[in-house]
């Protein structure tokens, strides 16, 4: 680990409860990011200009979408006693065009693009699996990246 990255880490920060602190030299791309009482470091891939110390900010986005849907799905299958064992979600981001895309309500310029495949290991019927692809668009996450969204940003 460089000294930049080990001095992100050895920064003490004082959060609220279900704050995530986000800190990072105005150096280079390496960003110290604490969740409660978890540390990690994210970055971009040295193609981007970044040292590739950590996963880059949409890297971390689809891993918070892949763990909601996992963690979606598994409970929703445990409390119907059905015989889901694991559950492997892959994703991918892009860039479209809008005018490529048929469902989308938007027709002019790029829209992103979330690509989700999901793998349910287990004796599941047909309909169960059906099911669980519902399921799955209602995880909190998913609901969230496809709701109107507000972020309110401030100096402080």
């Not at 918070?64 to 889901?84: E, F, H």
Request: aromatic share 4%; with cysteine.
């Amino acid at each position: 680990m460089t000294d930049a990255h080990q001095d992100l880490r050895s920064t003490p920060r004082k959060s609220g409860v279900g704050d995530v602190v986000v800190r990072g030299s105005a150096a280079g791309f390496v960003q110290e990011i604490i969740a409660g009482r978890h540390r990690m470091i994210g970055d971009e891939p040295a193609s981007a200009g970044g040292t590739d110390a950590g996963p880059s900010p949409y890297d971390l986005l689809l891993a918070a979408l892949g763990s909601c849907t996992s963690m979606t799905v598994g409970m929703y299958a445990r409390r119907k006693g059905w015989p889901l064992e694991d559950v492997t979600v892959t994703l991918r981001h892009s860039k479209i065009h809008a005018s490529d895309c048929a469902e989308c309500e938007t027709r002019e310029g790029l829209l992103d693009r979330i690509e989700r495949d999901i793998h349910f290991a287990g004796k599941l019927t047909p309909e169960q699996r059906s099911r669980l692809l519902e399921i799955a668009n209602k995880c909190p996450v998913h609901r969230t990246l496809t709701s109107e969204i507000n972020i309110q940003t401030r100096a402080v």
